[in-house]
């Protein structure tokens, strides 16, 4: 599914705007990463995307279609999203959770169907969480708790995938296995834009960049375009080294340390 954001402006108030004429493109079986200091806009991007928030100027559009033109339940079928940190209230078995994904695609009080259950066996699989499914949600680690959280978005069988910095909290074996999953799904055709921060884990998962400053897009294009020391200089006040590593799709970051 391909999206479409159109000269959006957004402010919680009238006196910050927090984004401003922002237009972005992403097609179908595409990633692009947001990337910016805190305060950028990452995040209410996604959510202005998600329909958790309403442009005050500007249109977002999946398919060429405005998404204030979806019914609720059509959103939630075509659209997913996982956030950085997310807690469920009850005590529910890692498989209730997932199975809340199918909720878009049954009616209100109709049991499941063998369609739903091999939905949420195969996000299971996709996630890596099939030998946690008796497991209670309050047992698991950050990382375990993430992927049991994908598998749930994944449940939904989106065509876009909606992601606000969900391995903030994940150490580094973690992180790269969420991310691996991630790409196996966009490899298979799913839309993706996620907020991180991580530049090198950025340049490694998206196939486009949106660097944002001041709720502006600073720049934006492939990852070799927008990870330049004067990019990041200018938007993050920071120096960088940008490496190639030996594989040449691989870019890494490694930012300067003041005094050094």
């Known amino acids: 599914m391909r999206i479409d954001i159109r000269n959006v402006s957004f402010a919680y108030d009238a006196k910050s705007p927090v984004?401003?004429?922002?237009?972005?493109?992403?097609?179908?079986g595409q990633a692009i990463g947001l990337i910016g200091p805190n305060g950028s806009g990452k995040s209410t991007l996604l959510r202005l995307v998600s329909?958790?928030?309403?442009?005050?100027?500007?249109?977002?559009?999946?398919?060429?279609?405005?998404?204030?033109?979806?019914?609720?339940?059509?959103?939630?079928?075509?659209?997913?999203?996982?956030?950085?940190?997310?807690?469920?209230?009850?005590?529910?078995?890692?498989?209730?959770?997932?199975?809340m994904g199918r909720l878009p695609h049954r009616s209100r009080?109709?049991?499941?169907?063998?369609?739903?259950?091999?939905?949420?066996?195969?996000?299971?699989?996709?996630?890596?969480?099939?030998?946690?499914?008796?497991?209670?949600?309050r047992t698991l680690s950050g990382g375990e708790g993430q992927r049991v959280f994908l598998a749930l978005a994944l449940a939904q069988e989106p065509e876009v995938l909606l992601l606000d910095e969900p391995t903030a909290f994940l150490d580094l074996r973690h992180q790269l296995s969420f991310l691996s999953i991630v790409k196996d799904r966009i490899a298979a055709g799913l839309t993706v834009m996620l907020a991180i921060h991580d530049l090198t884990l950025a340049a490694q998962i998206a196939d486009l960049l949106a660097m944002l400053g001041n709720g502006l897009v600073a720049c934006e294009g492939s990852p070799e375009e927008v990870l330049t020391m004067e990019n990041i200089r200018t938007v993050f006040d920071v120096d960088a080294v940008v490496g190639q590593h030996s594989d040449p799709k691989m870019l890494y970051v490694l930012p300067a340390l003041a005094g050094k």
């Open 19 to 28: 984004l401003r004429d922002v237009s972005l493109s992403v097609n179908t």
């Open 109 to 137: 009080w109709s049991s499941e169907s063998r369609t739903d259950r091999e939905a949420i066996e195969r996000a299971m699989c996709w996630a890596e969480v099939e030998d946690l499914s008796g497991r209670s949600v």
């Open 51 to 99: 329909r958790g928030l309403r442009p005050d100027q500007g249109s977002i559009q999946l398919n060429g279609k405005n998404i204030s033109d979806f019914k609720t339940r059509d959103i939630a079928r075509c659209l997913a999203m996982v956030e950085q940190q997310r807690t469920i209230g009850f005590d529910f078995t890692v498989r209730d959770v997932v199975a």
